[in-house]
Each structure stands twice: as C-alpha cells, then as structure tokens.
C-alpha cells in the first residue's frame, strides 16, 4: 500500500505490506534505528516516537495508520548540532546506562512535559509508567526529567 | 565520607559526564539489529512447544517451499557442522556429570524453547511465516518442573546420565572434625530455614541479536553478537565450529544491558556463524521477547536450606548450609559454578570460627538452562545469611541491628583471613552500618513501630537490613583453578600514546552500559596527566582488543581499570627513559607528575610527555637500543577477589487487606573503595538495587506443571516501571583496596546483592506481630496474604 508520512520533517512517499507495524516502516525503509524494538506485546515504550506531537508506541500502530501524520522520532530532536533539552537533562543527570530503552524514554519524556510541564516526581513515574529501563532503577531517569521541567 | 586515604586525584573523583551518551541519547549509537547488513540471510529458530519429548518425525517440504525460504535444517541435518558440542567452560567436580548440547537438538527436546529446526530466509518475516509450517511429530516425555521432585531421580531428564544429578559440590572447613556438629549441639540458640530463590529472567531491555559475515574468499569470518564476552565468544565459536581461531573477529558493537545473560555462548550465535560458513553469505538472527524469555539463560533457582548456631549472646558458632540449584535443561557457559561463587559468602560479613559446612547439588529440570545473572550466586547467598540472621535476632528477642554488631568483623581485623582461607582485603561494616542507620533514622522507625502495629493496625510498619559483602573482580587466576574454571581472571591493555600526543587505551572490558569509555579515560588521565579528552577508549572488537576476558562479576573495574593503570605505567617508565636521555640525566633524577618530567631540585629542566610522544614517534634521538614509540601492553592478574560491602535499610508500610507493600525509605550506604567516577558508581548502586528489589517485590518465571513458562512476555513478567518503585537515598564509605593500586572495588553487582534480603526482612518484621515468620518471595499481594493466612492458623 502507498503511503505518505513526514518523518522529522521530511515527506517520504513509502509502499508498505498492510501488516508492517510504524516501528518497522522507521527501522527498516527509513533506515532510522535509533528507534528500538524491546517486546512484542507494547509493554516496553523502547519504541516510542512522536506522532502529531504525542508520545505513541510505534510497534502498536500500522505503517499506513500513519499514512498523513508527522512523525518525530529520536534523530529528529537535536537542532543545529545542539541536543534537545531533555536529551542534555539525561546526559547531565545520567539517566541512561545502556542506553537501548533511551530513545523510547526520552521522547515519552518529552510528551510528559508537554502535557503537563511542572510534573511532581509522583506525576514523571506515572507519566513514565509505560516505559521500562533495565539499568538505572529509574531513580536518574525521574531526575533529568524533573531537571528538564525546571530548565 | 569516610576517608582512609586522602589521595592526590584530580580526575579520579569527579564526576565526568559520559561520553557514550550523546550516541546513545540522538539514536545514532548501533546496536546489533542497527546494522546495514546487505545481502544477509535471516535465521529463524523453530522450538520445542514441550518441555520433554522425543522428536519422532520432522516434516520441512511445506516450509522450505515457501517464498523467500532458502534452506531449513533439522538438528540431525546439522550434527555434522559441529566440532563439538556447546561449550560449559565450568566443570566443578572431576565427576560431573553434563549431557551433550547442540545448537538444535537432535533426538530430543529438554525445555520449551529447545531448539529444533532453523530456517533461513530473505527476510525476516519469511523467515518466521516459515516455522508454522514446520510439521514436527513428538513422543512426549514427563516433565521435571520441581527441584525437590528432580532430587528423587523419579521421572529422568537426560537418560544416558541415569540420574539428574550434575555434581556435589562441598566445602566443609572445621578447626577440628565434627566441630560443626559440636556447636550446633552445644548451641544456646539456632535457627533452620528454607528459602526459595525463584527463577527470574534477565529481561535485559535488548534481546539478543547476532550477524555473521563471511569473507567471500580465504574462510575469515566476522561475528556481530550481543554479548558481554566478544573475546570468550571467539575461543569458545572456534572450537565448537572448527574455525581457526585467528581467522574469527568478534564485534560487540552498542550493547543494551546484560545483567549476565550475555555472558554466554548461545545456540544462535553457532547456527548464524555456522550456516554463513555453509551458505558463504552473511546471516543474521535477532530475538523475540518471547523467544527471549524461553531461550536466553534464566538467574536463581535455588532452594537452600540454612542452619545458623549461636551462643547465648548471640554469636555465630556455626553455619551449615545444604544448596540444590537448578541447572535446567544443560550447562550452558557457566551454569554448574553460579551456586560456587556463593559458596564462600554464607556466612556474610560475621567473623565466624572455622566451623562451616556448604554443600551444593547442581540438578537437572526440563526448564531453560540457568546461569549467570546479576551477582551470580552471591545474591542468594546474601539473601540466606541476612534473612536467616534476622529469623535469629526474632527467636532471641533482641534488635537485628544488635545481632548484627554482635558478629561484625571488625575493622580492626582487616585484612581478615576467613575461615574459607580467602583474605577479605578491606572493611568497616559497623560504620557503613551506622551510616545507613542514621540515614534511615533507625530508632525512630522502632518507635514509630511499636506504636504503629497494634494488633488492630492493618497497616503495619517494618524495617529490614542487610550488610553484605560481595566477592567480586573475578578474579585471581590461581584460585580459579582451585574451583576448576576452565580459564584464567586477568584483564589486558594497551595504552599507545600518538605522535600528537593524543592517547589510545584498548581494554579487554567489553561495556554494555557501564560507561567504561568515560572511566577508562579519567584513569588513563589522571595517570599519564594528559586531559580525558584526549583519550579515546578502544574495546568489544578482537580485531582492535585481541587480549581480554570481557565484562562480568563486576571484574571491569578492579582488573580491567587495573590493567590500565599498569599499562601507564609501563608507557611513563619508557617515556622517562627517554626524558633522561633528551634531558641528560639520570631517569633515577626524574620525577613525573601532571604529564611532565622534570629534573629532582631543577623543575625548570623538565619535558612534557606529550613532547617525548613526538620524539618517540620521530625516533631520531632515542637512547640506544630502546624502541620507537610510546605503547605498552600490561596484563594484570589481581591477586585477590575485591570485596565491596555495605548496609542496606528499607522502611515499608504494608496493608495486610489489600496485601500491597508500599516503600517508604530505601537507604544504602555501599563502599567500593576509591570511587572513579561518582555519578556512574551511584547509578551502577540504583540499577542493582531495583533489580534486587524487584526479585524481593515483583518478579518470578513461573511455570506450568507441564513445564511451560507462563511468564514469557513483559505484559506477564513484572519488570518494574518507574511508579512501582521508590526513589533511593544512596551514599558511600571509601576503605580503599590495599590490593591494587587504583583503591578500587567492583561495584555492579552490589546493589542487587544487598536488595533482595533488605525489602524481605522488612516485609517480615511488618508482619511479625501476626505471627508471620516466613515468606517466599517476591512478596506479591499473593504471597503476603498467604502468609498471613499461614501464621493466623497456625497460632
């Protein structure tokens, strides 16, 4: 099936299976892996990506589902060499060890606080509850995001 | 901070914010499945749907018929392409006992997830429409699901070993025989438990992933893999595919976690490597969940039976400790030796005489293989002592704590020989004690306490400590020996200064999250006083790093940073040979700091190292007979185990209606000796706290009695999410190692040793005034209410 999506404000016209999951379309035709893939029941948020601005699980919607919308994915944040600002709140807070469920928890990150821009510590575990990280006890995730608000 | 030593670091002891981070936090980090591999097959694993069958048919015409399929083989197709089977690297007993393991299975399936058939395919989702159409005929065999069930030898899971017992493993130290027996009959006070250490899955957030490219002409072959042990992993392919080993590179590139289960040499990596060498095209595999919850290693699986005895105040006279681990299916990489590394730690932190006796049997179940999973055996001894200590505080009627301060080694008595002959090189657990006490406001949570649960109270308060100690920095060779491992425990490395006196420091470390690069660095820098950021870090390539022994029982650091260090120091002793020949002295005249030689009495006659870089490099004014360049390699074996120690404390409410624990307070107070980098030090404790936490509280592979794993995805096996756990108080003591010369302790394992045994004598004193003596973990809703149940009916 044809498909148009703009991926970090590019527009790719794309053909796709009808079963090929977004996450699949951004790793596999748009050769954008920082995207990961950590289950397979959308438990893990290690896919998560912007669409039209909110924070959804890419492995939990079709490809041609996205057909129209504006994607953001994790290449998609840095501007003019320079890092988001969640993604400096991560690195000065050291909230990320490995580094594989980064990309998903960032962008989920970054959905929180468009939501809700002065977060509680309570509101950033909940708001982050759909992601999982293996390494870090969550304990510096919460504090760059909580960082992040404040700047 | 307590400080033993005061040293003069400028790098060591800050806190340098990772360079690996920018890749990893923009996506532009690769990890195995990243990679562009053009014209690379995929490989699809079909598995074993029982835990126990013979294989009496299998049918492939329908699958290899299927678009996109280039082959399928059976385990029988296969036999021939091994040169061996599948390898355990662990026999630690002359007598045990371990069955043949391929890659597929050939006659017979042991576990659901034993593989059975692979497929090779275009694409990935051929590669997988394929495995349905894979007819396979089972006779299906009993299953052997419970430990205590495969002790009797009932049902069997490997006939040709007619039994399903591996090995025994003893350590029996008495000053005088039978002494263990005479204090146990002489004892005022003791205690006999039994504990369930129940399996967990590693769930690193990675699954596993392999790429094997061969070189079209000449039999070279490069192996991508998610692994830990790039440098294990390419002895151990070798052998087992008949490669020779030289013409085999290992990568490791971006690896996401492993917490031990990539401390292994899996079936997929041998059918990728192996079916690329028979197809001369590159072939690729990547995990599932599911698959990776049935295929990759599980941790724990212990029950453990503990017996404390004490005299009157309470001191330790005596441990005596009967272990049956389960091995599952086959010994994978180090399967059988997990329950050994615990083996020396049953009597935790407490100067016990020489009157210990651990015996461990290694048992076979129709379950995916155990093996290495963060703390690897020390976790579960941790949790025995600690929680059998507070079973003993409970029936003498006095304070855990006391107890405790009762049978600390002293300060004093470092460097301590224990009873097991191994020296604990550092150490100070009553002031970690004291530390995390005052943290945790110790004496005002008891008196809350007793005002708190009153019988009505249906929420009731508890407090739980641990102090551990974990034997880590794996390790002195010679000892590996003794406890017949089948390689050595040193850690290379080469540090090459360039002509620019830019540096090169190659580790035989292989990171997957722990930020080596960055640590790495700052001890190359603060060595050689040249700025971190001129250092880069090479490492997981055998190409880059041939020397090395990987990343595992938080041995990184205390060998691997050790290693660097020496290596420094090789490189500073060439480069003052060279200073003393330009500056015509003796090198005896020289001193060396912030990276200038300067002459004793004369500092203005002194040359920086990165001018001797450029001249070692020109080579044009070199003492005689001595080598151009500045590289040297160093490979260090330590000679002890390091032993990083702490005390844990957690303060939790339980609500014995709901049965739902909330944590109030998590208090650590670790000391892994001089800390490199603070800000990666205190992550490595949170991460490990949570994961031990989260065995205490949330997860557990549960099985079937048929043998299926009913938690084989994360919607049913409860990695923990942000909410469900605490935030964590955390600080340091600082004793540093007096056997390296960094200072320095392993600190990866740490928190999850400490974790586990906290949260569940917490939970266990918030019941206790219903009569609540025990608990199987992980202390669920479930589980509180039974015990609840136990002890009202009971009393």
């Known amino acids: ?41 959308s438990s893990c948020g290690a896919c998560t990506v912007h669409l039209n601005g909110e924070s959804v699980k890419s492995c939990t919607i079709l490809a041609v589902q996205a057909d129209g919308t504006k994607i953001v994915t994790i290449e998609g944040l840095s501007k003019d060499g320079e890092m988001h600002p969640m993604q400096q709140a991560f690195m000065e807070n050291h909230g990320l060890q490995c580094g594989y469920c980064t990309p998903g928890m960032v962008m989920a990150a970054i959905g929180l606080l468009n939501e809700n821009p002065n977060p509680t510590e309570s509101d950033v575990r909940q708001g982050l509850e759909g992601n999982l990280c293996r390494c870090t006890g969550y304990h510096n995730i919460v504090k760059s995001v909580l960082a992040a608000a404040n700047k | 901070m307590t400080m033993t030593e005061v040293r003069p670091n400028t790098v060591i002891g800050t806190r340098l914010l990772r360079r690996e981070d920018p890749a990893l936090l923009t996506g532009e980090a690769k990890f195995t499945n990243d990679l562009n591999i053009p014209g690379a097959l995929h490989l699809a694993v079909l598995r074993s749907p029982h835990a126990h069958a013979k294989i009496k048919s299998i049918n492939t015409k329908a699958a290899t018929a299927l678009p996109g399929v280039v082959a399928v083989y059976t385990g029988a197709d296969l036999k021939s392409m091994w040169a061996g089977p599948m390898p355990c690297a662990w026999p630690v007993t002359a007598d045990m006992k371990a069955p043949q393991h391929f890659p597929l299975a050939i006659d017979t399936v042991n576990y659901v997830g034993d593989g059975v058939a692979a497929i090779l395919a275009t694409s990935e989702t051929a590669s997988r429409d394929a495995l349905d159409l894979i007819e396979v005929e089972y006779e299906v ?69 392999v790429a094997a490219v061969p070189q079209p002409f000449g039999g070279d ?68 969940r599911s698959e990776n919850a049935q295929a990759t290693i599980h941790g724990r699986g212990q029950v453990q039976y503990i017996e404390l005895a004490a005299d ?32 020396f730690l049953y009597a935790g932190v407490y100067d016990i005489p020489h009157a210990y006796d651990f015996s461990c049997t290694g048992v076979f179940t129709t379950l995916t ?122 850690e290379a490395a080469t540090v090459r200064i360039l002509p620019t006196a830019k540096v090169q420091v190659v580790t035989g470390t292989s ?162 000796g001089v800390q490199i980098n603070p800000l990666i030090v205190e992550g490595q404790v949170h991460g490990g706290i949570i994961q031990g936490l989260a065995q205490a509280l949330f997860e557990e592979a ?38 390296n010369q960094l200072g320095v302790k392993g600190i990866g394992e740490a928190g999850t040793i400490g974790a586990a045994s906290t949260v569940m004598n917490a939970v266990i004193d918030a019941l206790s005034g219903l009569g609540v003596t025990h608990m199987d973990m992980p202390a669920s809703p479930h589980h509180v209410w039974l015990a609840i149940k136990a002890a009202s009916s009971a009393s």
């Open chain 2, 702 to 739: 549960i099985y079937d009695e048929d043998g299926n794993l009913k938690t084989s995805t994360l919607a049913e096996y409860l990695v923990p999410a942000a909410s469900d756990v605490p935030s964590l108080t955390t600080d340091f003591t600082v004793t540093p190692s007096p056997t």
């Open chain 2, 511 to 672: 990171p997957h999250g722990q930020g080596h690069e960055t640590s790495w660095a700052m001890i190359a820098s603060e060595k050689l006083g040249i700025p971190a950021e001129d250092i880069d870090v090479l490492h997981s390539d055998t190409a880059i790093a041939p020397l090395g022994l990987d990343t595992y029982g938080s041995r990184s650091l205390p060998v691997g940073g050790v290693a660097i260090a020496g290596a420094c120091d090789k490189v500073i002793d060439k480069a003052k040979l060279i200073a003393a020949h330009q500056l015509e002295c003796s090198a005896e005249d020289l001193e060396f700091a912030g990276g200038v030689f300067s002459v004793k009495g004369s500092p203005d006659r002194n040359m920086p190292l990165a001018a001797i870089a450029f001249q070692a490099f020109t080579a044009h004014n070199l003492p005689d007979g001595l080598e151009p360049n500045l590289e040297a390699q160093y490979t260090y074996d330590p000679p002890n185990f390091s032993w990083p120690f702490g005390t844990h404390i957690c303060v939790l409410e339980i609500d014995i209606e709901t049965g739902q624990v909330e944590i109030l307070k998590y208090v650590a107070v670790d000391d892994c």
């Open chain 2, 312 to 343: 009157k105040n309470g001191k330790l006279t005596a441990v005596r400790v009967r272990i049956i681990g389960d091995m599952g299916a086959y010994l994978q990489l180090v399967t059988p030796g997990i329950p050994l590394l615990g083996a």
């Open chain 2, 141 to 209: 065999l009993k299953p052997v699901v419970d430990l205590e069930e495969a002790m009797t030898d009932n049902v069997i899971v490997h006939d040709e070993l007619g039994t399903n017992k591996s090995y025994t493993w003893n350590l029996k130290i008495e000053a005088t025989e039978g002494c263990v027996e005479e204090a146990f009959a002489n004892a005022a006070f003791t205690v006999s438990e039994r504990y369930v250490q129940q399996r967990l899955l590693p769930m690193a957030m990675e699954t596993r992933a």
């Open chain 1, 1 to 41: 099936m044809k498909i148009n999506i703009t991926v970090n404000g590019t527009s790719h016209d794309g053909e796709v299976e009808p079963r090929t999951l977004l996450v699949h379309y951004l790793r596999e035709h748009l050769a954008l892996t920082g995207t990961n893939i950590g289950c397979d029941t």
């Open chain 2, 221 to 288: 072959i490069t192996i991508y893999s998610s692994t830990q042990i790039p440098h294990i992993l390419k002895v151990m392919t070798a052998l087992t595919i008949g490669i020779p080993e030289h013409q085999v590179r290992v990568i490791a590139p971006s690896v996401g976690g492993g917490f031990g289960s990539k401390l292994n040499v899996y079936a997929e990596e041998l059918l990728c490597v192996g079916l690329a060498r028979k197809h001369n095209v590159p072939v690729r595999w990547v995990e599932e």
């Open chain 2, 369 to 490: 293989p155990t093996d290495a999973y963060r703390g690897a055996g020390r976790p579960e001894a941790t949790y025995a002592i600690e929680t059998a200590m507070d079973a003993l505080a409970r029936k003498m009627g006095i304070d855990p704590f006391d107890l405790r301060k009762r049978n600390f080694i002293q300060k004093e008595q470092f460097p301590y020989t224990a009873f097991s002959g191994l020296t604990y090189d550092s150490g100070n657990h009553l002031a970690a004690a004291e530390k995390a006490a005052d943290m945790a406001d110790y004496a005002a949570v008891r008196s809350r306490q007793a005002i708190q649960n009153v019988p009505s109270a249906t929420k009731r308060l508890g407090i739980g400590m641990t102090s551990y100690f974990e034997m880590c920095g794996l390790a002195p060779s010679r000892v590996l020996a003794s406890l017949n491992y089948g390689a050595g425990g040193w």
